[in-house]
């Protein structure tokens, strides 16, 4: 299983990719200020990278997705709940 800074380095780069938002590492923590398309193309990044599912209609997607840490926070809880 990937380490939580690998997990942080791969979500910046696929922001990157999705979003042409440029997140260093200094950044992490900071809010992303996506709106719902970009949140959209960042969750169907995420479903086809990590092989999770994001409910969008279950979930507090605003909150998930606020910075690159809580993104990293949620993939990491989701595989964690899934390998049970």
């Not at 791969?10 to 398309?37: C, F, G, M, N, W």
């Amino acid at each position: 299983m990937q380490d939580f800074q690998n997990i942080e380095s791969t979500v910046a780069e696929l922001i990157r990719v999705q979003t042409k938002i440029d997140v260093t590492p200094q950044q992490y923590e900071q809010d992303l200020h996506l709106d719902s398309l970009a949140i959209l193309e960042v969750t169907i990044g995420l479903e086809r990278t990590y092989g999770i599912e994001v409910d969008e209609a279950e979930l507090d997607v605003l909150q998930i997705f606020r910075s690159v840490r809580s993104i990293a926070n949620f993939i990491t809880s989701t595989r964690a709940d899934q390998s049970r």
